[in-house]
């Protein structure tokens, strides 16, 4: 490492055109340079365990443990416990985002534990909201930094006119999501609207309902696969409203997508959604209190309607709050702090007195 320039290992592979485009956009967005550059590196077993790095940046830490092959678990499992008892051995601070504030897979007692011992190594937590602050890892400090928008990334590929009647739901279905009471509400949704479900299916019992309930209601499509970026492009912006019936516990990817690509969206009525909603600007966040009904989508579509007639909502919403150079300088500033706030623990902890111990000798 250069002087200043703390090594950082992320806790992912090198991104794919299938990985979450959040890391993909972190990556490209830390600096290199500069009095507060970093140098980055992507997971292996091989470097976490043996390789040189002066932070460790873990997200979604459940997926460390997790595997899909015959005995992965048990092996992803012992890679952990020595992990971590690296981490204790050379004092390497680790930086935790806080995408989920835990899994929504229960993984088992192991996983439980494990995950429970990470948290109790994190030294910062990186907080996408201020309002999961203090739900993971209370002895780490919580830094909040607000989840990037998608704008540029997005920017090379057809954009199409939203159509009119078009919902949407893309991204990741898991339970959670609540894409089966979608569907609940918009077969029961009369007249002449058509709904576009899509993105990778991993539950095959959800998978199956989902493609049954399509199959029911010709107005409905399911392209349950991975979607690449110009297909998602295409399918969001042909929407007229993008419909997510959930409330994340963290950051909102697919809240964040829409907005990219200047779509209104519908979500559950609460603190996240009226903050969103002040944030952006109105006309762009419409929400809904109770179980989504056919009455919640008529209204929100009228809302978007009434909007677009009375120039109430603005060309694009306002994310200027989630630029990427702003979301990258934030990560190479809390890299930074971690490795100061670890370098003076050890200072610390070899200047006490022979003897001292909690509450003084």
Do not use: I
């Amino acid at each position: 490492m250069g002087p200043g320039r703390p090594v950082v290992l992320q806790s992912f592979r090198t991104p794919r055109p299938t990985s979450n485009p959040y890391l993909a956009a972190l990556l490209e967005s830390l600096p290199a340079g500069g009095e507060r550059g970093v140098d980055v590196r992507t997971f292996s077993w091989r470097t976490a365990l043996l390789g040189r790095y002066d932070v460790l940046h873990v997200h979604w830490p459940e997926l460390l443990l997790r595997s899909h092959r015959r005995g992965g678990r048990a092996a992803r499992a012992a890679a952990t416990g020595l992990l971590l008892a690296r981490l204790a051995l050379r004092r390497t601070p680790l930086v935790r985002t806080v995408h989920n504030p835990s899994p929504h897979e229960d993984g088992g007692r192991l996983e439980r534990f494990l995950l429970a011992r990470l948290d109790a190594a994190t030294t910062v937590t990186v907080h996408l909201s201020a309002r999961t602050v203090g739900t993971v890892c209370p002895g780490s400090t919580a830094v909040v930094v607000p989840h990037g928008h998608y704008r540029g990334q997005y920017a090379g590929h057809e954009h199409r006119a939203p159509v009119p009647g078009r919902l949407v739901h893309p991204g990741l279905l898991r339970p959670y999501k609540q894409v089966e009471a979608l569907l609940a509400a918009f077969t029961a949704l009369p007249g002449e609207h058509s709904l576009h479900v899509l993105g990778a299916a991993p539950d095959a019992a959800l998978a199956g309902r989902v493609r049954a309930a399509a199959a029911g209601d010709d107005r409905v499509r399911a392209d349950l696969h991975h979607v690449g970026d110009a297909e998602l492009v295409r399918a969001v912006t042909a929407a007229e409203l993008v419909v997510l019936p959930y409330a994340p516990r963290g950051g909102s990817g697919a809240q964040l997508l829409a907005l990219s690509l200047d779509r209104p969206v519908l979500l559950p009525a609460g603190p996240a959604a009226a903050e969103l909603a002040a944030e952006v600007g109105p006309g762009w966040v419409h929400t809904f209190t109770g179980p989504l009904s056919p009455a919640h989508l008529q209204a929100a579509l009228a809302a978007v309607r009434a909007d677009a007639r009375t120039g109430t909502r603005a060309d694009h919403p306002d994310l200027s709050a989630r630029g990427w150079d702003v979301v990258g300088r934030a990560h190479a500033d809390v890299y930074h702090r971690a490795v100061g706030r670890a370098a003076g623990d050890h200072r610390a902890h070899h200047a006490r007195p022979v003897g001292a111990g909690v509450g003084g000798a």
